[in-house]
């Protein structure tokens, strides 16, 4: 493996279930990156006190401010009681942007934090010029325009499986050469389950997913698929397609990560054993290929692969994304930002599973939605985000009254 260049990482979101794969692929490839800076939202200080240890970051931060004593705490008597030094401390959000964008070209950021928080820290590593590892794909649903023209071409690298599938297929291919996009998804647990039953599903349920595992949030939104329906419009501008370009297909296997059609008829695909290292290590090393990354597929036993279309009228999820990426101005950092209230509320018990979903086309559906004009930048997404955060928040209240 000569001539893979030792790129400097920041890794955001390092105790998630990304982040903790991304540092097992570093700890099997150290070669590939140097851990410069973590950051942490701060629930889990012990991880985070060891993951100093293992990697010795220069720098840390812990965005949220109520946590970070403890955080503090747990790394320095760590790092005492093991005679090392201990790293750089930061506190807060804005200490998060700070770090994500303070490196440069040939440098690596993977942004693995959840939610529309983690766009801020996008746009801060697209322009300083590093490369950008992007799992959380809010920030491209919610920024679409602001980002994809901040990024230089090739700078953000997906690691979503179906995206960095559809990256790979899309190998040695001119743009005007695909045809559509098919996105692969599993269907979540509730595959196949008609709307009355969705009535009656619980949280702990949905939190059950058949091939993945995954934080809570991504969870939950594969089994409203939510999460399909930020896939695509992640796809449309990460691949720069309309979203009638970009179909779904439910594949329980998750084998198949994603596939291209050409406009010759070809269908290319990308399998392998369902394993985010792959996406992660493909992301960090591209275009170099880490051997041994994951288990390859075996083909010594029998095995069928699947596929079948997608229950729109039951998932409402897909239709409503796909109506808000046509309008643009702001609808998908509402789609987003009522999904990510929507989702605490069930979890509270203050909202059926049915209701997440119900829940975004109503505030989607309000006759005094403000738009987002894209002169005004992030600071208008922003502002519409709140504007649907609050909405979203009133509207489960009531509900709950
Ligand atoms: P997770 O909830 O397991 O982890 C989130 C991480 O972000 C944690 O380390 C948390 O402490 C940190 N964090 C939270 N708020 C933060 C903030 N403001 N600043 C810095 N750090 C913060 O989530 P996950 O499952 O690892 O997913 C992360 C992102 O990757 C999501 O956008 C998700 O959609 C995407 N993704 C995840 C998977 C997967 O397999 N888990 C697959 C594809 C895409
Ligand atoms: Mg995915």
Not at 170 to 179: C, F, K, R, S
Not at 220 to 231: C, F, G, I, M, R
Not at 288 to 305: E, N, Y
Not at 345 to 358: D, E, H, N, Q, V
Request: hydrophobic share 45%; charged share 20%.
């Amino acid at each position: 493996m000569t001539g893979i260049p030792t790129r400097r990482l920041v890794l955001l979101g390092s105790t998630g279930s990304i982040g903790t794969q991304a540092l097992d692929v570093v700890s099997r490839y150290p070669h590939i990156a140097r851990v410069h800076g973590l950051a942490v939202g701060g629930s889990r200080p012990v991880l985070v006190a060891e993951q100093v240890l293992a990697h010795r970051p220069a720098q840390l931060v812990i965005s949220d401010e109520t946590r970070a004593a403890a955080v503090v705490d747990a790394v320095r008597q760590a790092c005492s009681a093991a005679g090392v030094p201990a790293p750089e401390i930061g506190v807060g959000a804005d200490a998060v942007v700070e770090l994500a964008g303070s490196l440069g070209e040939g440098d690596v950021v993977l942004n693995a934090i959840t939610g529309s928080v983690g766009l801020l820290p996008t746009l801060a590593v697209l322009s300083c010029g590093a490369r950008l590892a992007l799992a959380n794909k809010e920030s491209l649903v919610v920024g679409g325009h602001l980002v994809t023209e901040a990024a230089a071409p090739g700078q953000i690298l997906p690691v979503d499986s179906e995206h960095t599938a559809i990256a790979q297929a899309l190998a040695g291919v001119e743009h005007e050469q695909i045809d559509h996009l098919v996105v692969t998804a599993s269907g979540g647990p509730f595959r196949g389950r008609s709307r009355g039953e969705l009535a009656q599903v619980t949280p702990e349920q949905a939190l059950a997913h058949p091939t993945w595992s995954m934080g809570r949030v991504i969870t939950t939104n594969s089994a409203t698929l939510v999460n399909k329906a930020l896939e695509v419009i992640e796809a449309c501008f990460q691949f720069d397609l309309p979203e009638d370009r970009v179909e779904v297909v439910v594949h329980p296997q998750s084998i198949v990560h994603s596939m291209v059609t050409l406009v010759d008829g070809s269908t290319i695909a990308q399998a392998s054993p369902p394993d985010m290292r792959h996406a992660i290590g493909w992301a960090l090393a591209h275009p170099h290929k880490l051997p041994g990354l994951a288990a390859a597929l075996d083909f010594s036993t029998a095995q069928s692969w699947t596929f079948e279309p997608v229950d729109e009228d039951t998932f409402e999820a897909i239709s409503l994304a796909r109506g808000a990426h046509r309008e643009g101005g702001g609808a998908m950092a509402v789609y987003n930002a009522v999904n990510e209230e929507a989702v605490e509320a069930c979890f509270a018990g203050a909202l059926s599973f049915l209701g997440i979903t119900a829940l975004i086309r109503e505030v989607l559906e309000h006759p005094r939605r403000p738009r987002a004009q894209r002169e005004d930048g992030v600071e208008g997404l922003l502002a519409v985000e709140e504007w649907a955060r609050a909405t979203a928040r009133a509207q489960i209240a009531e509900r709950a009254r």
